[in-house]
Nanobody, 127 residues
Framework: QVQLVESGGGLVQAGGSLRLSCALS????????MGWFRQAPGKEREFVAA????????NYDDSVRGRFTISRDNAKNTVYLQMNNLKPEDTAVYYC????????????????????WGQGTQVTVSS
């Protein structure tokens, strides 16, 4: 079955960096756009970044643009989120997600367009 496993979260000081990884198994990554979302305590889940199946296009929420970079290695079935200049407001559980339909990346910010989610990895940024 399809599984997503995130790793790389942790505790970091403001201004620091972390790199999250998301390993996909059970299907072929190269057919699917992928997204990263996050959920802070007491808040709704929000879109962070998305990448097309061939990495030909990336999209970011305004709050992370210029600081975060999404990338993918289809040969390794892995998606990454490089997070630089982290801020306390970036503190959240981060989830990667796989698009429901192959070769589709419209409405990348809409979580209902994704069918499989990882278990999440905690990112905590101290001030």
């Amino acid at each position: 079955q399809v599984q997503l496993v995130e790793s790389g979260g942790g505790l970091v000081q403001a201004g620091g960096s972390l790199r999250l990884s998301c390993a996909l198994s059970g299907t072929t990554l190269s057919r699917y756009a992928m997204g990263w979302f996050r959920q802070a305590p007491g808040k709704e889940r929000e879109f962070v970044a998305a990448i097309r199946w061939d990495a030909g296009n990336t999209n970011y929420d305004d709050s992370v643009r210029g600081r975060f970079t999404i990338s993918r290695d289809n040969a390794k079935n892995t998606v990454y989120l490089q997070m630089n200049n982290l801020k306390p407001e970036d503190t959240a559980v981060y989830y990667c997600a796989k698009r429901m339909h192959a070769y589709s990346d419209q409405y990348y910010y809409d979580g209902t367009r994704y069918d499989y989610w990882g278990q999440g990895t905690q990112v905590t940024v101290s001030s």
